[in-house]
């Protein structure tokens, strides 16, 4: 018998994103399930500290609210709710949503996930988690629940749940189960499937833009899909869009998960219709024998400082600064542990405002005692009011000093984790651990394809008038990934973007460990650039601490490209 597609949608890809987005996905068109990724590395470490104020705490409020509007219309529309909103309390936030449902007088059979968390293993971190997989959330939909909330699960978890839930596939059916994963990558982060954060957005009518929808994706028994979103809905979903978003904070051929390892260089993509993108062809291999745990823990503290310079003589300013504030730093015989100074020189000569006259020097000091940061270091930038370069002044003053926080990843056994479902009614479901399992390897590097020939003129112009670019973080590295749109550019790109040429382009990453992966597939290079940010995005090491723009500077540097492809 054949089983009718699933029908899953996305109305969160963050903890603070869109808040309207679940009755819009609700309301829009028909669905089976609606998910909700509201946890990222940064979130962990935000709801550890929300723990530590209330031990009832630790998850995402902003749920509550979302389904105090919503739970109605998802009760009269026969849509499941999952979510990982759940965080570091999924029982407390499965308890509240219970009492929220009472109160409204909604019939709702609530579930949840646990398991993950391991923070008792590591007492050091203010919060560490396995990442688990779809299995728990697939029992919790099986034995009918209308809401299943969870901690830590992998995002892509928040659709291979219910598909194995609505399909029945066994633990060993890789290639569907991959299939399902990559959907779930492409859902998983909200609207940037759809047009957000896309790097071809000036090729679009505004309007378009201005409002993009929310996601979904039509899954099939076979575990190909289709990503679309409802129709009358702003944005759009083509091949690019779809691609940028499975370059987005992956790295090589192999995408590993609890359930299964997903590969990436087989993923096929066909535009089926007007925002209609066909997924298929997708292969998939037994997960690793290990399981992923964030370990976030708090740092030490930081403080900063962003001095304006002006005019004339900006590099002079600086250098007198920074030889007041090493100066008083002495003098109090408190240097912070790490100091840093980065010039941004963001002036411009002859500029026709003060502001496009100015370059901003941004200190930032980190260290384990925060009266090291705190009064000692603001009292020695302000005090130099008068006494500093002409033209003196900072965007705001220095604080106190602050705490921040640190990621990192280590990896358990699967038999280290207690994997359990939760049921509405209190029974408990064990979750089997993979019996299945493939240590993880590179995948060979595919062969190149045939260079364009030499002959014929080149042009100094941007990398990003031929190829688009996504980039984010995992810990304390990026990722950069890059497409083209043709097979021409695809055959210069390869030849043409190295890992030499990358860090040229990019001399921040002169230095540290840049791996770059080939996925022909996709006519795409993703590269990984390790440690340069530092200890994770709660530790805030540089300009942009998530790597969100890097892909966009990296588009914005010249190089000769043949005319043919402009």
């Known amino acids: 018998m054949t089983v009718a597609p699933l029908r899953i949608g996305n109305a969160s890809g963050f903890y603070g994103d869109r808040f309207d987005a679940m009755r819009e996905m609700l309301t829009g068109g028909p669905l089976d399930v609606l998910t909700g990724d509201y946890l990222a590395e940064l979130t962990m470490l935000i709801l550890g500290r929300d723990r530590l104020k209330d031990p009832g705490r630790g998850y995402a409020k902003t749920f509550l609210g979302q389904l105090e509007e919503c739970l109605g219309l998802a009760h009269e529309r026969g849509v499941r709710i999952v979510a990982n909103a759940g965080g570091l309390n999924p029982a407390g936030l499965a308890d509240?949503?219970?009492?929220?449902?009472?109160?409204?007088?909604?019939?709702?059979?609530?579930?949840?996930?646990?398991?993950?968390?391991?923070?008792?293993?590591?007492?050091?971190?203010?919060?560490?988690?396995?990442?688990?997989?779809?299995?728990?959330?697939?029992?919790?939909?099986?034995?009918?629940?209308?809401?299943?909330?969870?901690?830590?699960?992998?995002?892509?978890?928040?659709?291979?749940?219910?598909?194995?839930?609505?399909?029945?596939?066994?633990?060993?059916?890789?290639?569907r189960l991959a299939g399902a994963?990559?959907?779930?990558?492409?859902?998983?982060?909200?609207?940037?499937?759809?047009?957000?954060?896309?790097?071809?957005?000036?090729?679009?009518?505004?309007?378009?833009?201005?409002?993009?929808?929310?996601?979904?994706?039509?899954?099939?028994?076979?575990?190909?899909s289709v990503i679309t979103k409802h129709d009358g809905t702003g944005g759009l979903v083509d091949i690019g869009t779809v691609t940028a978003q499975l370059l987005y904070e992956t790295s090589g051929a192999r995408y590993a998960g609890p359930d299964v390892t997903a590969r990436l260089d087989t993923v096929g993509l066909t535009q089926e219709g007007p925002d209609r993108v066909r997924i298929e062809g997708v292969r998939g291999e037994a997960p690793p024998p290990t399981l992923k745990v964030g370990l976030n823990r708090l740092g030490g503290f930081r403080n900063e400082v962003v001095f304006v310079l002006t005019g004339l003589d900006i590099e002079a300013k600086a250098a007198l600064v920074q030889d007041q504030m090493e100066a008083a730093f002495g003098a109090a015989k408190s240097r912070p542990?790490?100091?840093?100074?980065?010039?941004?020189?963001?002036?411009?000569?002859?500029?026709?405002?003060?502001?496009?006259?100015?370059?901003?020097?941004?200190?930032?000091?980190?260290?384990?005692?925060?009266?090291?940061?705190?009064?000692?270091?603001?009292?020695?930038?302000?005090?130099?009011?008068?006494?500093?370069?002409?033209?003196?002044?900072?965007?705001?003053?220095?604080?106190?000093?602050?705490?921040?926080?640190?990621?990192?990843?280590?990896?358990?056994?699967?038999?280290?984790?207690?994997?359990?479902?939760?049921?509405?009614?209190?029974?408990?479901?064990?979750?089997?651990?993979?019996?299945?399992?493939?240590?993880?390897?590179d995948a060979p590097?595919?062969?190149?394809?045939?260079?364009?020939?030499?002959?014929?003129?080149?042009?100094?112009?941007?990398?990003?008038?031929?190829?688009?670019?996504?980039?984010?973080?995992?810990?304390?590295?990026?990722?950069?990934?890059?497409?083209?749109?043709?097979?021409?550019?695809?055959?210069?790109?390869?030849?043409?973007?190295?890992?030499?040429?990358?860090?040229?382009?990019?001399?921040?990453?002169?230095?540290?460990?840049?791996?770059?992966?080939?996925?022909?597939?996709?006519?795409?290079?993703?590269?990984?650039?390790?440690?340069?940010?530092?200890?994770?995005?709660?530790s805030q090491a540089r300009f942009d601490p998530q790597a969100k723009a890097l892909g966009e500077w990296l588009r914005s540097r010249h190089l000769d490209i043949p005319e043919t492809l402009l």
């Open 96 to 175: 509240a949503v219970r009492e929220l449902a009472d109160r409204l007088g909604i019939p709702a059979r609530v579930a949840h996930v646990e398991g993950d968390d391991l923070t008792r293993d590591h007492p050091t971190s203010l919060a560490a988690h396995a990442y688990l997989g779809g299995a728990g959330i697939a029992a919790c939909l099986r034995e009918g629940a209308d809401i299943v909330v969870t901690g830590r699960v992998t995002d892509a978890a928040l659709v291979t749940g219910p598909a194995v839930a609505h399909f029945g596939w066994a633990p060993d059916a890789y290639d």
């Open 181 to 224: 994963v990559i959907a779930g990558h492409v859902l998983e982060c909200g609207t940037q499937a759809t047009g957000g954060n896309y790097a071809f957005f000036a090729e679009h009518d505004p309007a378009r833009l201005r409002h993009p929808g929310f996601p979904l994706a039509e899954l099939h028994e076979d575990g190909t």
């Open 337 to 441: 542990a790490d100091v840093r100074w980065d010039l941004a020189r963001t002036d411009h000569p002859d500029a026709p405002t003060e502001e496009t006259a100015s370059a901003l020097l941004r200190l930032v000091v980190r260290d384990p005692d925060k009266d090291a940061v705190g009064r000692a270091f603001s009292g020695a930038a302000i005090e130099l009011a008068l006494a500093g370069y002409p033209g003196f002044h900072v965007m705001a003053p220095p604080g106190t000093g602050a705490p921040y926080g640190v990621f990192e990843d280590v990896y358990v056994p699967h038999g280290a984790v207690d994997h359990v479902a939760v049921l509405d009614d209190g029974r408990r479901i064990a979750v089997a651990r993979a019996q299945d399992t493939l240590v993880l390897e």
């Open 445 to 538: 590097e595919p062969a190149p394809p045939e260079p364009l020939p030499p002959s014929g003129p080149t042009r100094r112009a941007p990398l990003g008038l031929v190829a688009g670019a996504r980039s984010g973080d995992k810990g304390g590295n990026a990722n950069v990934g890059v497409w083209v749109r043709t097979d021409e550019a695809w055959r210069w790109l390869a030849h043409t973007l190295t890992v030499d040429r990358f860090r040229e382009l990019l001399p921040e990453s002169a230095d540290l460990t840049v791996v770059r992966h080939v996925l022909p597939n996709l006519r795409a290079l993703n590269f990984v650039v390790e440690g340069i940010l530092g200890e994770g995005v709660a």
